[in-house]
């Protein structure tokens, strides 16, 4: 069985730079396998931030991008907010089905 | 801009069949984005994929659920639902519907308790 793996918390510091990471234990995550990344905020339904690796939504804040990143997808935010604050989940399309990471709890502080 | 929004019980008992329906406004399933999802979180637990169905009506179900999903397409409600058999409290969780993982609706919690 797959696993997605993601840091399980960070923190960054207001204005600061932090990037998240997401591990296939297939092996290497390429743009094949659409690396998707969302944000979930608690009583909020969860948004969509990044796309095919590197596209962005038409809501999706500039100070999020994404990228490959010696054989992960990773979520970098740049100038962090407070609303920044949130858990994000990235998703890779592995052998014919969807699998999302663990998740990484991401604190601005 | 399209909008999903889950119905369906919030308690089921173990044994049954959860079923939830996914309305679609903004857009139409039969022709909108390329395929309509559902997910689920399970309190204090990770996002996990349980299924797909393309406009076409071809599905793509997890491994893991396969032999218990059933993902449908209702064109003429503009909905799609998704029917979860023999539940166990392992079920209990929030239910999201998505569209080609860009929109998402608010979710739904299922509880299973008998």
């Known amino acids: 069985q797959t696993v997605v793996t993601q840091e399980p918390s960070l923190t960054v510091s207001p204005g600061g730079t932090v990037t998240l990471t997401c591990a296939s234990s297939t092996g290497a995550v390429t743009s094949g396998i659409y690396p998707n990344w969302f944000q979930l905020k608690p009583g909020q339904a969860p948004r969509a931030l990044i796309y095919s690796t590197i596209k962005k939504h038409s809501w999706t804040p500039a100070r999020f991008s994404g990228s490959l990143l010696g054989g992960k997808a990773a979520l970098t935010l740049s100038g962090a907010q407070p609303e920044d604050e949130a858990e994000y989940y990235c998703l890779l399309y592995i052998g014919g089905a969807w699998v999302f990471g663990g998740g990484t709890k991401l604190t601005v502080l | 801009q399209v909008q999903l929004q889950e119905s369906g019980p919030g308690l089921v008992k173990p044994s049954q069949t959860l079923s939830l329906t996914c309305t679609v406004s903004?857009?139409?399933?039969?022709?909108?984005?390329?395929?309509w999802n559902w997910i689920r979180q399970p309190a204090g637990k990770g996002l996990e994929w349980i299924g797909l169905i393309y406009t076409s009506g071809t599905t793509n179900y997890n491994p893991s659920l396969k032999s218990r999903v059933t993902i449908s397409l209702d064109t003429s409600k503009n909905q799609f639902s998704l029917k979860l058999s023999s539940v166990t409290a392992a079920d209990t969780a929030v239910y999201y519907c998505?569209?080609?993982?860009?929109?998402w609706g608010r979710g739904t919690t299922v509880t299973v308790s008998s």
């Open positions: 903004g857009d139409s399933v039969s022709s909108g984005p390329y395929y």
């Open positions: 998505a569209g080609d993982f860009g929109v």
